[in-house]
């Protein structure tokens, strides 16, 4: 009998409001990258910052936004503010900032933006393409946004 095992990834992108130049659909690279209490925050050259945030040791939530500040999970697909994260480590190995569990990796690749993740054994299974991440100006119940 196999075991199955389950892994799950929070991808959520909460985008802030643009404020300024912020130019959009353009690869960015990563200009810099501090280690926070519950995970890595990436400086983005184009003024942006994302952050992998440990939420348990199967869970690494992202999020990409133009504000100063990283906002609190909100709406119907995260429930919860505040999170055990567990034993986790985040390093910048030259070309990429990881932020690893027992269970599973996150990377962003400094040259492009580009996020990918991979199992505890180390095979992709989830990828972002280079340059593929876009902004589009929304309004949204009367408030202008991003998506």
Known sequence: MKKSFSMA???SSIIGM???????????TV????????????QMSN????????????IIRVVYTTRTTIPSPQGLVVARSSFDPGTWDATDNGTAIVVTTPQISASVTKSN?????T???????????AGGRTLTAVTKGGAPGFS
């Open 113 to 117: 933006g580009a996020i990918s993740f």
């Open 18 to 28: 643009c404020a300024g130049n912020f130019s959009h659909g353009q690869a960015q």
């Open 31 to 42: 200009t810099s990258f501090s280690k926070e209490s519950d995970g890595a925050l990436c």
């Open 119 to 129: 199992n505890a054994s180390g095979t992709t299974v989830c990828s972002e393409l």
């Open 47 to 58: 003024g942006a910052r994302l952050k992998l945030q440990v939420c348990a040791g199967n």
């Open 9 to 11: 990834i929070l991808l």
